[in-house]
Nanobody
């Protein structure tokens, strides 16, 4: 099993920044992909960004140029730096990890952007 714990959410004004962190523990394998997804009230969960263990990244069009995903493989951490935040970015942000064809999710952290 893999456990994922997110942190760093909170309330921020539009135009501000937040950095989310996700710590992975448990049955960790070096080959994996980690990602951030978000779910706003009344909407489906959607991709924000992913990063492979070799550092290849992928972003949703809505966050390109504003958000940056990164990881520290030695510490089993993944980060999401969010800049120029908009009210539409308000959601619960979830970390996930894909390894050995299994997908694990964290419990989520709330991000609220006020206008």
């Amino acid at each position: 099993q893999v456990q994922l714990v997110e942190s760093g959410g909170g309330l921020v004004q539009a135009g501000g920044s937040l950095r989310l962190s996700c710590a992975a523990s448990g049955r960790i394998f070096s080959i994996n992909t980690m990602g951030w997804y978000r779910q706003a009230p009344g909407k489906q969960r959607e991709l924000v960004a992913t990063i492979t263990s070799s550092g290849i990244t992928n972003y949703a069009d809505s966050v390109k140029g504003r958000f940056t995903i990164s990881r520290d493989n030695a510490k089993n951490l993944v980060y999401l730096q969010m800049n120029s935040l908009k009210p539409d970015d308000t959601a619960v942000y979830y970390c996930n990890r894909l390894q050995e064809s299994r997908l694990y999710w964290g419990q989520g952290t709330q991000v609220t952007v006020s206008s």
